[in-house]
């Protein structure tokens, strides 16, 4: 099964009394093997291990000064290639070795047992992300620099969600600016929420309005921050503010948030003939939820303004005329029923 | 006198005051937290509801009660005065003006005449008719946001949120006129503190009935009714006569 096993074997003998490795010169010694780009190790499952460690990526990534072999391959002692391999899989290299990031990285390691990955590998799927799938292993540099970067390495097993956010507004900008989210900024890194079940739906008015309702970088684009407050300060927004944390179990329907209308990775602007709240596609978006919805149906949604003589006549005098009547009325009465005890004062 | 009590209220008459209580009471609790969602109250009675969707329907329900007592109650109203039992009292007069200037010259020190009310006062009568007009603003801008693909079928879109619009400040109006007014009337005016049970027992004393209604009361006794400005009865607070 070795196949370079010859001048290993030759390493060992020389030098067979190594409980350890020497901590001076750790990387020399291990290298002295893995330095050649042809060793590799097969597998019962018929893949190849490779065995190599480039010298170069390794010194180059952000634990090139900082770690020795051993302090991941912390159960490696010099003699370790006379044994039996213990891995069928090159997935069970990877499992074996995840978790040794969570010695140094606890925070991060802690918050992916509360996500999504760690929960269906949990239940059995063996291709769910580790740290070393996203990270890499010897080659790990600092993650989004740049940030396309994170993306890129989502879309590595995520590709037909990252060819549909690829073309939209957000990823179309994203190789030129960073102003525009990447999967993490709205899925988050470590604790990815499960996106099936509607939760992190019901969270979208906060992550969008992260960046929507900030002034200066809606500023940039023309774009209202007006958005979140008249969401919510319609019918759908109300709804998902008592619905939040809920998930869409047992048919339960969930108020429509900001993807629902919007869309989720295929986003456009709001005046792309191809968005879906985009004045003529808006009754089809409509009839999603509201099925049988009429051609004047969409007109029910103020589209993000607020009531105004132009925007909304009929809502706007509604709204103006309570503003007068309900201090007048109660304002009237308050005042009568003070004079009316102000007379029984008197007569006393 | 002859009689302590005056029957004041039919059963029919205080079963929906009862309805109407409890229907406004619950509407009140369901639908006010929706219009002030983002506070804590709002979430705590939601939540003590079972949630907004639960909190919807209870809604509803009492919402198309509402409806249907208003119907029933114009209905009854109709039957009774086609059968010319009795003419419908509450039709707003030239008398309850001139009640309600008096009424607010009294209150101003201006006079100590007081206005003799019948049936029912002026400030009755407006109770009412707000309670009527309410209430066919609630129930139909409530129909338009319970069914509003249906509405939007043959009506303008935008009619929805002006439906939203006025349902909730409409809401919110009749939740203030009737915590401030009522309450006031009803409870903590110092004639009838702590509460005025008439509404519930159906029956009023003969005493109220001189003070609060004494031209009434006069109808009922078989005496001259006069014009009702006679300004000789009992002011707010002042010693009774007692009948």
């Known amino acids: 099964m070795m196949r370079s096993s010859v001048p290993l074997l030759l390493v060992l003998l020389a030098a ?54 051993t302090e991941c391959h912390s159960d490696k002692t010099g003699d370790h290639a006379t044994g039996e391999v213990p891995f069928k899989t090159r997935r069970d290299v990877t499992r074996a070795y995840y978790e040794q990031c969570k010695g140094c990285h606890f925070a991060n390691y802690t918050k992916t047992l509360d996500g999504v990955h760690f929960a269906v590998m949990a239940k059995g799927n063996e291709k769910a992300a580790l740290c070393v799938d996203c990270h890499g292993a010897h080659d790990i540099s600092r993650p989004g620099q740049p940030r396309t970067r994170i993306s890129r390495m989502c879309s590595r097993c995520h590709s037909a969600e990252a060819d549909v956010y690829g073309k939209s507004v957000h990823g179309r900008a994203a190789e030129n600016t960073s102003d525009v989210p990447v999967c993490t900024d709205c899925h988050r890194a470590h604790d990815i929420a499960d996106p099936r079940d509607g939760a992190l739906a019901m969270r979208t008015p906060e992550i969008c309005g992260r960046c929507h309702t900030d002034e200066k970088l809606m500023g940039r684009y023309g774009l209202s921050t007006n958005v979140v407050d008249s969401y919510l300060a319609d019918f759908h927004g109300m709804s998902a503010s008592f619905q939040k944390g809920l998930r869409r179990e047992g048919g339960r329907r969930l108020a429509a948030v900001c993807t629902d209308c919007h869309g989720v990775h295929d986003i456009q602007k709001a005046d792309d003939p191809n968005s879906s709240v985009m004045a003529s596609n808006l009754q089809r978006t409509c009839q999603k939820c509201h099925p049988g919805a009429s051609e004047t149906f969409p007109k029910a949604w103020l589209s993000h303004y607020e009531p105004s003589a ?39 | 006198m002859s009689n302590a009590y005056v029957v004041r209220f039919s059963l029919s008459q205080r079963v929906e005051h009862f309805v109407t209580m409890v229907v406004f009471t619950l509407l009140c609790l369901t639908g006010l937290p929706q219009k002030f969602f983002d506070t804590g109250w709002a979430a705590g009675l939601v939540s003590f509801f079972g949630g907004i969707d639960s909190t919807r329907w209870i809604h509803r329900v009492c919402g198309i009660v509402l409806a249907l007592s208003t119907v029933v109650h114009f209905a009854n109203g109709i039957h009774t005065m086609l059968s010319k039992k009795v003419g419908f009292t509450m039709v707003p007069t030239r008398k309850d003006f001139e009640d309600a200037i008096l009424q607010l010259r009294y209150y101003l020190g201006m006079t100590d005449k007081h206005p003799q009310y019948d049936r029912y006062d002026y400030k009755q009568k407006f109770e009412y008719w707000g309670l009527v007009a309410g209430n066919i603003i609630m129930v139909a801008t409530g129909f338009i946001l319970f069914f509003p693909t249906e509405t939007a079928a043959f009506l303008p879109g935008q009619v929805i949120p002006a439906a939203k619009m006025a349902h909730s400040n409409e809401g919110l109006m009749a939740f203030l006129v009737i915590t401030i007014w009522h309450i006031f009337n009803a409870h903590l005016n110092p004639d009838v503190f702590p509460f005025d049970g008439s509404m519930f027992t159906g029956k009023i004393s003969r005493e109220r009935m001189q003070h609060e209604h004494p031209l009434e009361l006069a109808r009922i006794e078989g005496r001259p009714v006069g014009d009702g400005h006679g300004g000789t009865g009992p002011g707010h607070g002042s010693e009774r006569d007692v009948g």
């Open chain 1, 310 to 348: 132009e925007k909304a006549p009929l809502v706007w005098m509604v709204k103006l005329f309570y503003m007068v009547f309900i201090p007048f009325m109660v304002g009237g009465l308050t005042l009568q029923i003070a004079l009316h005890l102000w007379r029984v004062v008197v007569n006393r």
């Open chain 1, 16 to 69: 067979p009394a190594w409980a350890g490795i020497p901590a001076d010169d750790e990387e020399g010694d291990c290298l002295g093997c893995h330095s050649d780009p042809d060793q590799s190790v097969d597998l019962p499952s018929g893949e190849r291990l490779p065995l190599y460690v480039d010298r170069e990526v390794f010194a180059k990534s952000v634990h090139g000064e900082a770690l020795r072999c």
